[in-house]
């Protein structure tokens, strides 16, 4: 305990000033007062994002789904439950970052027709009708502001992860794409980082992942531009 | 926490030697590796009712679905994810199980075209067409044996609970059904429970979880009759 602290002290301070908005954990979507879809997110990965980009000195904000984890020291966390209450959380604080940072696993969908009182078995045994709409892409939003921040996003996928990651990477528009292999990520406290950019493709060792996030906090503090927000300033 | 250890030392031994199966938790349907149909249910309840068969002399069993909390000191927990889980590992302890209480928030429903592989988002982006097959019925497989344990139900309900947990109560063949208020039970740390039994309904008073699972305790061990798998025997 005492040596981890000492650890986290000495990160080099490369971030220092920096505002970081991190998203976090699964979003949960309601089909009724307790019944929902979500994903199997135990939030651990972006956590540790968090506390990495604290040791290194930015300001952070963490917008978290649902879990079971304490809020990083020092980190202000916002948490919120469906992806809209999600996308709403990261555009009231997007516009003031300077990186973000998006690893929560998002609903790709949403129950429309979700029911304000529990829904009761039908007498003939058959299941509820449930209405799809798409939910919002936050990541891709966020990635399409002018003047916006650094976006860096994260694939976690079960197979085909290079081929995946990389056109996630490119329909997303967003600058730096981090892929891990679902299996081996969800639950696990060690995790096997792949930074996909411009230049290709690059593996990180597995790691534990607050030593893993640490790595990828130093990537994404040489990679990003110095003042973002600045660096493209409105023609208006 | 001196305290809270000297409480339980000293609850009424009225389980001694009993053999008590517990279910507790949401259940999680796979819809595909990372996608899953839940309740929001933090088990908190179940939990607490194990703590206090435990604290009143009673073998525990509790099978839980996923949760963040730790099993209770002495219980003897069994993980499991979905519903098909929790009804194999029931049924491979309520034979020798003197009582059986039916906390956890069952999915009614699994996904009968669940993915091996993670859904990707169509070019259209269509929703996924999910078919929906019924999940079995735990507590009312159970309550049907001969000779089984002394059956005790859970139901939470947004509304109408009286009628509702009252219907449940005589369609699952239970004892004893203990009904609340899911707006107020789920995520709480207090509980307002009302029993359904059939000298019909009496409230137990708000209580903290823990306490007022050692009073719904103290009712179960007054009503199961002492050798319940001996006192019906097989007529074959």
């Known amino acids: 305990q005492l040596l981890s602290e000492l650890i986290a002290f000495f990160q080099p301070k490369v971030l ?3 505002r970081v908005l991190i998203t976090a954990g699964p979003t949960s979507e309601k089909i009724d007062p307790v019944r929902v879809i979500t ?7 972006g956590y540790a994002i968090a506390q990495a980009a604290r040791e290194a000195g930015a300001q952070v904000v963490l917008v978290s789904g649902p879990t079971a984890l304490d809020a990083p020291y020092g980190v202000n966390r916002v948490n919120v439950e469906s992806a809209a209450q999600m996308q709403a959380a990261v555009m ?6 300077d990186i973000f940072i998006a690893v929560a696993a998002v609903a790709d969908w949403h129950v429309a027709n979700a029911s304000d009182s529990k829904l009761k078995k039908k007498a003939g045994g058959q299941p509820p009708e449930l209405q799809f709409s798409a939910n919002p892409d936050i990541l891709a939003d966020v990635a399409q502001m002018t003047p ?14 290079h081929e995946n990651a990389e056109a996630k990477r490119q329909r997303k528009g967003v600058s730096l ?20 950019d411009t230049q290709g493709a690059r593996a990180l060792p597995a ?10 906090i130093q990537e994404i503090a040489s990679q990003a531009p110095l003042t973002t927000a600045d660096a493209t300033p409105r023609m208006t």
């Open 16 to 18: 220092a000033g920096r």
């Open 39 to 45: 994903n199997r997110s135990s939030g651990k990965m």
């Open 92 to 97: 009231a604080e997007a516009r003031q970052a």
């Open 148 to 161: 916006g921040p650094f976006c860096v996003g994260f694939a976690a996928e079960t197979e085909n992860l």
């Open 177 to 196: 794409l981090v892929g891990n292999l679902a299996q081996q990520a969800m639950n696990a406290d060690t995790t096997e980082l792949i930074l996909f």
């Open 207 to 216: 790691l534990p992942k607050l030593d893993a996030a640490r790595r990828l």
